[in-house]
């Protein structure tokens, strides 16, 4: 089996060591480079010990990345649309974890993130990297933006509904994992502050509802919102989206559109059981997959549909969702590297 | 040829099925009780009720 030669551009973060976990075992890859300007010449392991033993690789400087087949950009948001030609130098194919290129209308950017866009003209380029909505894209694409974790938990499950359906009102209520901030020290991540806290951070006008809009509602006709709260996990989202629509539909009505939308895809799974101690989507049971469950009830009091979905942020969220892209821009088995089971109990 | 009374996916069922027997859908995963033989029916089979202390 050929070995395609990647690398990955700031590789010291999470979603970087979550990268490398993945991509050391990977049969149809082989990954040369690792770069971290703050780490340069440490061995990966010291800031991933999870990997002591996996690899003899040591972070390298930026700019001594040699061209590659495919590169991995996993810096922060605004970092690689400032090198993004650097970067275009060295690899064919470019998977961006970061928000940079996720966007697709320039002036969410101020918006959102409070930065103007320094290169709006290749945001067409890229692909929304969410699989399971632009297969076909990514596989022909040299570019492509993950989105962002909390979208990722969000759009995969309303996408079937508000294709399929007339929605009026969308609440998406998040709970997120620590990892999902970074792995950068703040004072809202020290230890006595974020131990024990179920805080809303950011009630309204999160970032990431900039790319539900823009997947879920690009003609502006739903009222869609969205609410994150930082709970008490390392790793998980678990995401609860309140929907209301148009017309009241019974519950098989909506086991076929999930069916329908997903029963063949190879990340997604239906989670909506009677019995049992995991009757809707957990994400304790998904740490270290590349797995959205997806489960849902209608209140039949009222006709709300509550969805219920849940990821890894490190996984499917970020590094799981980029080795997918990968594979199909590549043209490997889409599952290649990404068959991981979770742990029972955990 | 039945469907399942949960998700309205075809069921497929074992000739030698015997009365009471629980099976799953194949689609949505539910427990589904076969409550008759000839006309084949089923219903959903008794739910274990939940309450973590609420």
Redesign the interface.
């Known amino acids: 089996m050929k070995r395609y030669r990647v690398a990955i551009a700031g590789g010291s973060g999470y979603a970087g060591g979550e990268l490398l976990r993945l991509l050391l075992r990977h049969p149809g890859v082989q990954l040369v480079a690792i770069s971290s300007r703050s780490q340069a010449g440490r061995s990966v392991y010291k800031i991933h010990p999870n990997l002591r033993g996996a690899t003899e690789l040591k972070f390298s400087r930026p700019e001594e990345l040699e061209p590659v087949e495919l590169l991995f950009t996993a810096l922060p948001h605004g970092r690689v649309m400032r090198q993004i030609e650097f970067f275009m130098s060295r690899a064919e194919r470019i998977v961006d974890l970061s928000a940079d290129f996720r966007l697709k209308d320039p002036r969410d950017y101020p918006s959102y993130y409070g930065y103007e866009h320094r290169r709006p003209e290749l945001l067409k380029e890229f692909v929304y990297g969410l699989p399971e909505l632009h297969r076909e894209e990514i596989k022909g694409a040299h570019l492509v933006a993950v989105p962002g974790c909390t979208a990722a938990a969000a759009i995969t499950p309303l996408k079937p509904l508000t294709e399929q359906f007339g929605v009026k009102l969308v609440v998406v209520d998040a709970k997120v994992g620590s990892s999902a901030a970074g792995a950068a020290a703040s004072p809202a991540g020290h230890h006595p502050e974020r131990a024990g806290v179920v805080r809303s951070f950011k009630p309204t006008g999160h970032r990431h509802l900039a790319e539900m809009k823009q997947e879920l509602d690009p003609h502006d006709r739903i009222s869609l919102n969205f609410s994150p709260h930082a709970v008490e996990m390392v790793r998980g989202i678990l995401s609860t989206s309140h929907v209301f629509l148009e017309d009241d539909y019974d ?3 909506i ?2 559109c999930y ?1 329908e939308a997903y ?1 063949q895809e190879p990340f997604v799974r ?1 989670v ?5 101690l995991y ?1 809707y989507p957990e994400p304790k049971l998904l740490l270290g997959t590349n797995f959205c469950d997806i489960g849902f009830e209608r209140d039949a009091r009222t006709g709300r549909l509550v969805v219920i979905s849940a990821l890894d942020n490190l996984t499917k969220g970020a590094a799981g969702q980029a080795v997918q892209c990968m594979n199909l821009m590549l043209g490997l088995d889409e599952r290649l590297g990404l068959n991981e089971w979770g742990f029972h109990p955990v | 040829m039945i469907a399942c009374p949960e998700c309205g996916s075809k069921l497929t069922i074992a000739d030698d099925v015997v009365q009471n027997e629980i099976v799953e859908c194949e689609s949505c995963g539910v427990e589904l009780e076969v409550t008759n033989l000839t006309p084949l029916q089923v219903e959903l089979a008794p739910e274990e009720q939940e309450d973590w202390g609420e």
Do not use: A
């Open positions: 519950e098989r009505t086991w076929q069916l029963g239906l909506k059981e009677r019995t049992g009757r």
